[in-house]
Structure formats: C-alpha cells, structure tokens
C-alpha cells in the first residue's frame, strides 16, 4: 500500500519543462502550450525513463571556500537544478561535440540533501547517460568537490581515451604492430587539444598535463569491444584518482585554517549508460541494483524478477573486506575496533578522509579526533570497484541509491517495490515512491507518524534515518514521448526536505 508524504501545497509535482517526440506524427502526438516540440532525437538509447529523488536528514552548510571558492560560487550553481533538468549546450566545461560522449546538448540536473550530492547528465541526441551518488560524510565538502569536478575530469579521461584509439588506429594504418585489435575508422578531420578540456581548476593548478596530444589525429571508436570497455573502465578509475590527488592537494592548502577538512569525505557511486553498456564505479557502501527477469515460465512477474547488485559494498560487514584491511596492517592489532576502520569509519574505501591516509593530516587533528597509534597508512583505499553489464532484453531498470536507503531495504525488497509501483503506476515516479515507503518505515521503527517524524528538523531526524538519494533508470529502447518534471518536497518551501528530479518517457509514440 502507497504511503504519502505531508506536505503544503507549495510541494506538489511541478512540470518544469518537456519535449515531445517529433518522429511520429499522429494523433498520439498532441501539441500543447506545456511542451515544445523538438526535431527527431536519435533512438539508440538504451533507456527510457530516469527519475530521482533525495531526502536530507543531516542539517550542514554548504561550505563556498574550497578551492578558493570556484567550487561553491562558480562550479555548482551551474550545476545544481533541483526543481528540473537543464539544457546545456556543448561547452568545454561540460561537455563537447567529439569524443566518446559527443553531444551538442545535454540535460542536466543536480542538487543536494544533507550532505549528499546527486547528478545526472543525458545526451538524448547520442543516447548516453550520466549518474552520480556522492554520499558525504563528516561534512559535505568532498561531496561538493566531487560534483564540482568529477563529471569534467571523467570527460578528460575519456577524450583522452579516445586519443589514445587513435593512435592505435594510426599505428594499425601504417602496419605496426598492435597489443589489442580495437576497430577503428580513423576521421582526421578533427584534432584534440586536450589543455582545452582539462577542468579549469585543474589548469590553474597544474600546467604538466597541457597539451599532451595537441593537433593529433581523433579517430572515434565505431565498434565498442571487449577492450575498449576496458578502456573506458580505466578512464573512470583514472579520474576519480585524479580526483582524489587534487582533493587531498586542496586539504593540505587548508587545514591550517580548516582542520576539519582531513576528517571529511564522500562515498562514490558512478553509472554510465552508454549504449548497451551499463559502466559503474563505486566506493564504500551505495549501491547500483539490476532488476532482471528471469527463468521460469510458472511464476509471475514479481516472481521471476531477480535483484542483482552491480557493485561491492566496501564496509568492515563484509567480511572479504574486511579481511583485505587486516591482510594490509598485519603489524597493527588496532586496524578495525568496534566494528570501524582505526574505530572511526565503517566504510573501508571512500574519496577524502585524508587523516586515515596520511600522518601529516592526521596530525593536523587535535585532541580525541587525532587517530592514536597510525602505524601503517592508508587505512582506508581509493582502489573503486569496476563494472561492465551489458544490457539484454531481460533487464527492466536499475535502482542507484546511498546506503541510507538499504538501511530499511533488502535489494529484493527495493526492486519488488519499484516493479509493482511502474505496473499500476506507468507514467509516474518510482524513486518518489521508494523514498515515501522508506519515510513509512523508519516512522514505524520510531514509533511515529510520517508526519511526526517529517516534522522533526533535519540534524535530529538522523537519529531515525539517514540522508537518503534514490535513482531509477527503466531500461528499454522503444521511441518515446520525453517529458521532465520536478519538485521540491518539503514542510517549507525555504527549507526542502526533499530534493527530486525527474527525465520521464512515456510510451506514447511508437
């Protein structure tokens, strides 16, 4: 049984803007004043629907002086668009025209909830998509940086990839000799300058990398083989170290004046879509679930369903984990006490958290916060977990979320939900849905009603649940009708408690 969220009037769904389908037209596709018609997208995604929302139970601020303020004055509010998805044209600090993720357009959106970030970028025109969970922690700077400067520093990575294709191509073109035998068709028409899509608080920085490749043949991969995935799952690993390098650079800038800054710092959870190729990347304990069908014709569809986890959860519960953390400090008896990582973190890999890395920020911590007795650093990795699916025709839609959201479900639990919502409610939100029924239980557990505890502010309530982001990509390839609504949903319209984005396709052209 659906539950609902008490909310004002000024909480309720808001379109924000749509676009209909221009490839079929019949009656199926009416114009109206609420949505513009565009020319005919491509149809070779290989999703149909994307919806998010976040809950916030944490209260933090959001700190605008990392990075010497680019991050939260300049970076994020061209990001941040928590009541719709927008148009961005191609541009060097988003996106670009060439390349592995070519796109002259893209949608974006994102937002933050207590100290989560969210993300999402889709190109329609090439039928990619972008998606990212930052689950901060002890503060929502390194969640900042990441949705500042991971998205442009994974598109580096890519045009980098697809330089280095190309030399492969020139190679194979004059007949030298090649480790692999990825396709190419080489395209001297266009040349990479690679200073142009480094992110520009990379470029202030650190000059090393200008120009590797500039005026270089690009050659654009044609057929996606086995190692080319390859390729683009190292990208995705280069970056985030990338990523990581610069973060722990800007921290010991700045820890004279901001000492908590070793102590901060975020899960990682990474989805590309691209094509059939379902990319993820992850560190600590969010996670990315497959709802797939499938063997046996005697049970229904609920039945057949199966929830398959893409990604590892990275925490002292799990006991590989677990044991690889004790297998790398075997001289230190104190490496995991009371269930925590040196008895301060449950999860065994994150982005940040300098101090439990290196014993210069450690000791920038001072009394009880200081971890006593760091004999072997690092304690906690930045090694991600790397994925590749590929797509079938049994796979129904995926659910991306923080830790927060299997704290009340299993993933069977999560994907059961989401399956019944889409099949009584086609054109709705299922990551709307799932965060309602989350709010069901844990006022349960508490002993409250939803309304009891969504009155309780934000700081408070994360004694009964914890900051929560939820995504849901149903997968399918049919033309659709798009249209993207938002909302904020909250007891106030100054102080959201919900933050929800929404890219939905409807079946309404076939």
Request: glycine residues 8%; charged residues 25%.
């Amino acid at each position: 049984m659906r539950g609902g969220i008490m909310i004002k009037p000024e909480g309720e769904l808001k379109v924000s803007f749509g676009y209909q389908c221009n490839s079929n037209k019949d009656s199926s596709c009416e114009d109206s004043d609420e949505y513009e018609t565009l020319p005919e997208l491509r149809r070779n995604s290989s999703f149909s629907c994307l919806s998010g929302a976040a809950l916030s139970a944490n209260a933090t601020l959001a700190n605008t002086n990392i990075c010497n303020g680019l991050i939260g004055a300049e970076i994020l509010p061209s990001w941040d668009s928590p009541n719709s998805f927008r148009r961005v044209p191609s541009s060097p600090t988003l996106s670009r025209s060439e390349g592995f993720l070519n796109a002259m357009e893209v949608q974006v959106a994102g937002g933050a909830a207590g100290e989560d970030r969210v993300q999402a970028v889709c190109s329609e025109e090439n039928g990619w998509l972008f998606c990212a969970i930052y689950d901060g922690f002890n503060g929502r700077d390194a969640a900042d940086f990441l949705a500042g400067t991971l998205y442009e520093t994974i598109v580096f990575y890519f045009n980098l990839l697809d330089w280095e294709s190309s030399q492969e191509s020139i190679k194979a073109s004059s007949g030298l000799d090649l480790d692999g035998s990825l396709p190419y068709i080489e395209d001297d028409s266009n040349t990479i300058n690679e200073e142009r899509f480094l992110p520009q608080i990379y470029r202030d920085r650190d000059s090393s990398v200008d120009n590797v490749s500039k005026n270089a043949p690009c050659a654009k991969p044609k057929i996606c083989t086995d190692s080319f995935r390859h390729g683009v799952l190292d990208s995705l690993q280069r970056a985030l170290s990338q990523a990581e390098n610069d973060f722990l650079y800007m921290v010991e800038q700045e820890m004279e004046d901001r000492p908590d800054l070793v102590s901060v710092g975020s899960c990682v959870l990474v989805v590309l879509l691209h094509g059939k190729d379902l990319y993820t990347l992850n560190l600590g304990d969010s996670r990315a679930v497959l709802a797939t069908y499938g063997d046996g014709d005697f049970m229904n569809g609920s039945e057949r369903l199966k929830a398959i986890q893409l990604t590892d959860s990275h925490t002292v519960d799990d006991e590989g984990e677990r044991m690889r953390v004790l297998c790398d400090h075997p001289d230190d008896p104190m490496t995991i006490v009371a269930g925590r990582v040196k008895g301060k973190l449950k999860v065994t890999r994150a982005f940040g958290v300098g101090y439990l890395k290196k014993k210069k920020l450690n000791d920038a911590l001072m009394g009880i916060l200081q971890v006593r007795n760091l004999l072997s650093p690092p304690y906690v990795s930045t090694q991600p977990s790397l994925n590749v699916h590929r797509i079938s025709k049994s796979d129904c839609f995926v659910v991306v979320g923080s830790d927060g959201l299997f704290d009340f479900f299993t993933n069977d639990e999560a994907v059961k939900l989401v399956y019944s919502y889409i099949l009584s409610n086609p054109s709705g939100d299922p990551a709307k849905f799932l965060l309602e029924q989350l709010v069901v239980r844990a006022a349960n557990c508490a002993g409250f009603s939803m309304e009891e505890l969504m009155n309780i502010p934000a700081g408070r309530r994360r004694k009964y649940h914890d900051d929560v982001t939820v995504i849901v990509i149903i997968l399918g390839t049919n033309q659709r009708t798009t249209k993207a609504s938002t909302c904020v949903l909250g007891p106030q319209e100054n102080d959201p408690l919900m933050i929800k984005c929404v890219l939905q396709i409807s079946d309404t052209c076939q």
